[in-house]
């Protein structure tokens, strides 16, 4: 078990260092390759009508005139052991992990992260805990009434959970049911330090989204597993249902979920970007969506390194669990 | 070895159709139909079975795939899902009416009274759950019991049932087990409260012969010990022999014949138990040149044969004189204790099996 | 590497004189003992083992093999029926596997038609496979359900790029018509067939090319009884018919017996003997043979009781990690100290039939003695072959 996780770490690192690169070549060759120069770049820095000095200095402090791999070495190096940046004028030191300083407001990239990440996480976890409860238990129930009008019922919302897109439920329940209705208040939520209940109607929108692929899942599983042998033997053990439901059949049916599961916190921890966008909460989605619009590289940099490890994490942690839930995995 | 023959048919089939009066046996299956509603049409896996079995004998029920012999066993346990099975007749387990009881009752009696050993012992147990847990499990919904008193008995159980050092393979999961040692586990299980009836569904198909043998030796030995009915659900005859003191032969969901072990195989009265005897290669005669097969294949149960099940594959079906295939043959009496399903005559059918099928044997 | 070693160290070395030593001394009595099917060797199988590594730890690294199959010497003559024979895990559908080339042998030599097949290249396989065919056990995955009968028997003529004098389809029919199918079937899925007409165009499609060996592994087993016995006579028809010669792989003992030749009995990777199928099963000399003999429930009542039965303790050792010397000494009531210590060889005891075990059974002479006698015998200068046997 202890070799199988080391060696599930060292893939996660090997994986972050394959994506790393390859954004870096997205985003620092394809803006090449379409004209853009590293004057452009550094133009964008300096703000308006920088002198042939001031872009050279700037062009100097990024590097970026240095060969990519050069410049991506420099990138991981500072991510691992920090930087410092000589302006000319002062130094400014960035430690570990450093992912360089935003091309429009200076900032540190990282601190920007740990600024919005927060925000993220709130309502990741929030709809999280709602769409797996509320997924799980509609699958169960459906599965255990197939056929019925519960069951057609449910798929039925859930298929339409699955295909209404968030800026559609989210504009509708924000129009109605904070402005029209007044039923919840305005989302309004940026740190730790507001009510979380703001966060209530995004945590449903995005939840009613996932909840509807979870009931999905969770009754094709059942389905499956209720057929299995050993559901017959807690059966005719004399077990009460509930038991062989709950005990012997979702335990059984737990495994591809969790495994979607971990996919999707994995995901929305890296920004959940439109739901951020439509309740404007200034969640890290939000961060990279400005990022991209501003041409921000180092942000946007940031903030996909930041969803990739979010993500590889989940996965590993997946991983984990499946050796605690099927000892099977934890044999062998 | 004096065997006990306590297995008794019911002595009139009138009264069995009818299905009324008190039950004489501990176990009694009166007119026992099983049908399933499907789009393709109503699939009668079980239509019309009856039979009687008292503790401490063995009933072996024959069949091939598809004759009804393991609806019939999980329709005794009540297993079928009320929603998509039909269930008519009479079981009745010692006193208790169990197709018209509710489903609370039935399932109260399930692995306390009555309870089933299945054929893979893999995948009739969770893999996720130690062995031991699971027969505590299977212990403590019966007995109010603490924790540790289950699993002293848990422990108890592996041992009777031949697992060594069973106080540490307790701990086990199913998968580090080894075949044989499964079904132990899983008959330890079936046998943590004590069950007067056991149904052993295909108990040792999934398992080496030299496994086999021992599980159906500590079968043998377990019921010594507990006296309790054993129903032996099988494609084998060799394990029929083996262990069974009658035999019910199922054909497309009805009893083709019924017999105690030793007219089943000395003097059998059926040409589809001739066929099955003929089928199979065996160890304890000279080979034969060839075997004797039935030809064709066991019917669809949605469109079972007209007149008797068995006319499209009878090699005598002609000798009837066409009844076989416009009537159903009843299930008639025609030896103390031995009953078949056939039109031919006693006497012809005493012929053919003296002269063409006990020879090529 | 290390595995050709110890393969080499271990008793198959000496096994190899086994077959020699028969075609030697008694071929006159083998041929009285079997009928006609006496032809030259068609396929032979020298030695010929399969290790799967087990990794485990932060790199991988092979800390095990499963010895699967661990060297196996037999040969089959042409127009006879070999069956192997043995509990799951013992290697027998392994060696079968090997023998089409499905598997890549560790170790061993495989020869068809005197030519060496072990290592041959699949593209140099191909036009080979014409004469090697498999039929498999569960008729309902090895069928491709997307596909019409006329399609999958007719698969092999396309692959092989055969124009049949009368055309794929003629052809395809005349084979359905062959294993007792309907011609008109040529256009139905294998969903509308029962298992027993499945496993038949299953063999349908292994017959279309003529094959020269067949290798069937647990041909009926998913079978019914009475379906099991048509596809047994089947099979049987078929081999006096095309003059087939048939590998047959179960676990079913009486079926072995009544459709073999000769029979072999595997355990954890090993034979542990091989004769004659009237011999094997009237006078086993393995402990093991007896044992499963023994065990196998006889369909006859009065027989209930009277049997001397012979009751092996436990299970099946792991092939992982095999116990030392003779595999077999765990569970075998007649072990003594030397069978944990030397490993008997397979060899042959008595004409056509070897066996390997110190002490075996229904014969005077044991595997031991049979090596002092080998090893004594050139050591003394006599001509290997007219030995005259100095009978003890």
């Given at each position: ?16 260092l394959?994506?790393?690169?390859v ?11 379409a004209?853009?120069?590293?004057d ?9 009508q ?10 100097d ?5 240095d060969?990519?791999p ?40 990282t601190?920007?992260l ?19 409860v ?7 129930l ?13 798929m ?5 959970g699955?295909s ?11 129009a ?5 209705w007044e ?13 979380p209940?703001?966060?209530?109607l ?30 017959r ?8 249902e509930?038991t ?10 737990l495994?591809?979920i969790m ?7 994995g ?6 970007i ?20 501003q ?17 590889v ?11 605690v ?8 | 070895?004096?065997?006990k ?9 009138g ?26 049409g ?31 066993s ?22 208790t ?25 893999l ?12 027969i505590i499990e299977?212990?403590r919904?019966?007995?109010?019991v ?11 159980m ?11 393979r ?9 075949g044989g ?11 943590s ?18 496994v086999?043998a021992?599980?159906?030796d ?10 309790s ?14 262990l069974?003191?009658d ?11 019924y ?22 290669p065996?160890l304890?005669r ?5 075997l ?9 149960l ?9 006319n499209?594959?009878?090699?005598y079906?002609d ?17 103390p ?19 063409e ?5 | 590497?290390s ?24 071929p ?15 396929l ?17 690294r092979?800390?095990a ?11 089959v003559?042409k127009g ?8 799951s ?16 042998p560790?170790?061993?030599k495989?020869?068809?038609?005197g ?14 496979r014409?004469?090697?065919?498999m ?8 069928l ?12 092999p ?13 003629k ?15 040529y256009?139905r899925?294998?969903?509308?067939f029962?298992?027993g007409q ?9 017959l ?41 792989i ?7 017996r ?7 009995v ?16 009237e ?20 027989e209930r ?9 436990g299970?099946v050792?792991?092939p ?15 072990a003594?100290d030397i ?7 397979l ?18 002479v ?6 002092a006698?080998?090893?004594v015998?050139?050591?003394a200068?006599?001509?290997?072959a007219?030995?005259?046997?100095p009978?003890?």
């Amino acid at each position: 078990m202890v070799a199988f996780i080391v060696r599930r770490l060292f893939g996660a690192v090997g994986l972050l260092l394959i994506i790393s690169a390859v954004t870096f070549a997205i985003f620092f060759l394809v803006p090449r390759a379409a004209g853009v120069t590293t004057d452009d770049i550094a133009g964008r820095f300096a703000g308006k009508q920088p002198d042939a000095a001031t872009l050279a200095a700037i062009k100097d402090r990024f590097g970026l005139d240095d060969p990519v791999p050069v410049q991506y070495g420099k990138f991981i190096k500072a991510i691992v052991v920090g930087d410092t940046y000589d302006t000319g004028t002062e130094k400014i030191d960035c430690p570990a992990p450093c992912l360089g300083y935003s091309f429009r407001t200076n900032q540190s990239v990282t601190d920007q992260l740990v600024d919005r990440a927060p925000v993220t996480f709130m309502i990741t976890a929030g709809a999280a805990v709602l769409w797996l409860v509320a997924g799980v238990s509609i699958g169960i129930l459906s599965a255990l009434r197939r056929g019925t009008i519960f069951d057609r019922a449910a798929m039925g919302v859930a298929l339409a959970g699955v295909s209404l897109p968030i800026f559609f439920t989210g504009l509708l329940s924000l129009a109605f049911i904070v402005h029209r209705w007044e039923i919840l208040p305005a989302v309004n939520y940026s740190g730790p330090s507001d009510n979380p209940f703001n966060l209530l109607l995004p945590w449903i929108c995005l939840a009613f989204l996932y909840a509807a692929m979870y009931a999905r899942l969770t009754r094709a599983g059942m389905l499956e597993t209720m057929n299995e042998d050993f559901i017959r033997t807690a059966r005719a053990k004399g077990l009460p249902e509930k038991t062989v439901v709950l005990k012997h059949g979702l335990r059984a049916s737990l495994t591809p979920i969790m495994t979607v599961f971990g996919l999707d916190v994995g995901l929305v921890l890296g920004g959940a970007i439109i739901t951020e966008k439509t309740f404007s909460i200034p969640g890290l989605g939000q961060l990279a969506l400005d990022g991209v619009n501003q041409s921000d590289l180092p942000v946007v940099l940031g903030a996909t390194m930041t969803a990739a490890l979010f993500i590889v994490l989940a996965n590993l942690v997946v991983d984990i669990l499946y050796g605690v839930i099927d000892p099977r995995v934890r044999h062998n | 070895m004096a065997r006990k023959r306590q297995a008794e048919l019911v002595n009139d089939t009138g009264e069995t159709a009818a299905g009324r009066g008190a039950p004489t046996a501990f176990l009694e299956v009166r007119d026992l139909k099983i049908h399933f509603p499907t789009d393709d049409g109503l699939v009668k896996s079980v239509d019309g079975l009856s039979f009687k079995l008292e503790r401490g004998s063995t009933l072996g029920i024959v069949g091939e795939s598809g004759s009804g012999k393991s609806v019939t066993s999980l329709g005794i346990l009540g297993l079928h899902n009320r929603g998509n099975a039909n269930v008519s007749g009479e079981i009745w387990l010692d006193g208790t009416e169990l197709v018209g009881a509710s489903q609370n009752e039935v399932r109260r009696l399930r692995g306390r009274k009555m309870s089933m050993i299945f054929q893979d012992p893999l995948s009739s147990m969770h893999p996720f759950y130690t062995v031991g847990k699971q027969i505590i499990e299977a212990y403590r919904v019966h007995n109010d019991v603490s924790k540790q008193v289950a699993r002293k008995h848990a422990i108890d159980m592996l041992g009777r049932v031949g697992i060594p050092k069973p106080d540490q393979r307790v701990d086990d999961y199913p998968h580090q087990f080894s075949g044989g040692m499964r079904q132990r586990a899983m008959i330890a299980m079936a046998l943590s409260c004590d069950p007067e009836l056991l149904i052993a569904d295909e108990p040792t198909t999934a398992l080496d012969v030299t496994v086999q043998a021992q599980i159906l030796d500590l079968i043998r030995d377990l019921q010594q010990e507990f006296n309790s009915a054993i129903i032996m659900i099988t494609h084998d005859l060799g394990v029929v022999a083996e262990l069974s003191d009658d035999i019910l032969v199922m054909y497309a969901g009805r009893c083709a014949e019924y017999a105690s072990v030793e007219d089943a195989f000395h003097r059998p009265l059926h040409p589809y138990t001739w066929g099955l005897l003929g089928s199979m290669p065996r160890l304890d005669r000279e080979r034969s040149e060839r075997l004797m097969p039935i030809k064709g294949t066991p019917p669809s149960l949605i469109n079972v044969p007209e007149g008797c099940a068995f006319n499209p594959r009878c090699a005598y079906c002609d000798l009837t004189g066409g009844k076989s295939t416009t009537e159903r043959p009843e299930l008639l009496e025609v030896e103390p204790g031995h009953k078949a399903a056939c039109h031919l005559s006693l006497e012809k059918r005493r012929e053919i099996w003296d002269s063409e099928i006990r020879p090529k044997l | 590497m290390s595995t050709e070693k110890t393969a080499a160290d271990t008793p198959v070395e000496t096994a190899e004189q086994g077959p020699g030593a028969a075609s030697g001394t008694a071929p006159s009595l083998a041929k009285e003992a079997r009928p006609a099917r006496d032809g030259e060797p068609l396929l032979e199988v020298d030695n010929l083992g399969k290790h799967f590594p087990v990794t485990a730890g932060l790199l991988r690294r092979q800390v095990a093999a499963v010895k699967a199959v661990d060297g196996v010497s037999f040969s089959v003559r042409k127009g006879e029926t070999l069956g192997l024979v043995g509990e799951s895990g013992c290697g027998k559908s392994t060696t079968g596997r090997m023998i089409m080339r499905l598997l890549d042998p560790s170790f061993g030599k495989i020869t068809f038609e005197g030519e060496d097949i072990t290592k041959m290249s699949q593209g140099r396989l191909r036009p080979l496979r014409r004469d090697l065919q498999m039929i498999f056990q569960d008729p309902y995955s090895s069928l491709n359900p997307r596909k019409t009968v006329g399609a999958i028997v007719g698969a092999p003529f396309r692959l092989q790029n055969i124009e049949a004098k009368q055309g794929v389809k003629k052809a395809v029919q005349e084979i359905l018509e062959l294993v007792g199918l309907n011609p008109e079937h040529y256009n139905r899925y294998p969903h509308e067939f029962s298992g027993g007409q499945r496993q038949r165009i299953g063999i349908a499609r292994t017959l279309a090319l003529k094959p020269k060996l067949i290798v069937a592994d647990e041909p009926v087993s998913a079978l019914d009884v009475s379906v099991q016995a048509q596809v047994v006579n089947l099979l049987e028809d078929l081999q006096d018919e095309l003059d087939l010669t048939y590998v047959v792989i179960a676990h079913d003992l009486s079926v072995v017996r009544h459709i073999s030749d000769r029979v072999a009995v595997m355990y954890l990777g090993k034979i542990v003997e091989l004769a004659d199928r009237a011999d094997l099963y009237e006078r086993p000399m393995h402990p093991y043979t007896n044992a499963l003999l023994s065990a196998v429930p006889i369909p006859d009542p009065s027989e209930r009781g009277d049997r001397q039965r012979i009751r092996l303790q436990g299970d099946v050792p792991s092939p992982l990690d095999p116990p030392p010397a003779c595999r077999f000494h765990t569970r075998c009531w007649k072990a003594q100290d030397i069978c944990k210590q030397v490993e008997p060889p397979l060899v042959e005891l008595s004409p056509g039939h070897q066996a390997a075990c110190h002490f075996p059974e229904n014969t005077t002479v044991s595997a031991t003695d049979e090596v002092a006698r080998a090893a004594v015998a050139p050591a003394a200068g006599a001509a290997p072959a007219e030995e005259s046997a100095p009978e003890a």
